[in-house]
């Protein structure tokens, strides 16, 4: 899919199968790859509703398939950097565009391009 990620990463966790990634969150989750230089662990990209409910994600979550058929975003770690510096480096570059949530150890990210969506739930 791309130089540094695999289809099967962005898979459903429940084992269902279902994978269909914006091709723009491939780029973004690349982008993160060749800024920090670490790998980029996807903790959550596709989801299917049984398994989106089952984790508590929002009823239209982005992570489950859209109009287009694609999930629009993805949960990440990066090796070795801390989320709020992984969280900036995005925000700083896309500051009127994206979704992106903080919490304790990942990153959300989706590519609604609208306008910027931000949420901060660490505790």
Same mark, same amino acid.
């Not at 570059?93 to 739930?121: A, C, E, Q």
């Given at each position: &899919?791309?130089?540094?990620?695999?289809?099967?990463?962005?898979?459903?966790?429940?084992?269902?199968?279902? &994978?269909? !990634?914006?091709?723009?969150?491939?780029?973004? /989750?690349?982008?993160?790859?060749?800024?920090?230089?670490?790998?980029?662990?996807?903790? @959550?990209?596709?989801? /299917?509703?049984?398994?989106?409910? %089952?984790?508590?994600?929002?009823?239209?979550?982005?992570? &489950?398939?859209?109009?287009?058929?694609?999930?629009?975003?993805?949960?990440?770690?990066?090796?070795?950097?801390?989320?709020?510096?992984?969280?900036?480096?995005? %925000? +700083?570059?896309?500051? @009127?565009?994206?979704?992106?949530? !903080?919490? %304790?150890? #990942?990153?959300?990210? +989706?590519?609604?391009?609208?306008?910027?969506?931000? #949420? +901060?739930?660490?505790?």
């Amino acid at each position: &899919m791309t130089k540094n990620f695999k289809q099967e990463e962005f898979k459903c966790k429940c084992g269902c199968g279902e &994978m269909r !990634i914006s091709p723009t969150l491939l780029l973004l /989750c690349q982008l993160a790859r060749d800024k920090f230089r670490q790998p980029v662990t996807i903790l @959550s990209g596709s989801r /299917c509703r049984q398994h989106n409910t %089952n984790v508590g994600g929002a009823e239209n979550s982005q992570h &489950m398939p859209k109009g287009d058929e694609l999930t629009h975003a993805v949960d990440i770690q990066v090796k070795g950097v801390e989320p709020r510096i992984v969280y900036s480096f995005f %925000n +700083d570059l896309f500051n @009127s565009t994206l979704g992106l949530g !903080i919490y %304790n150890t #990942w990153v959300h990210i +989706d590519d609604r391009m609208d306008k910027p969506y931000r #949420w +901060d739930s660490r505790t």
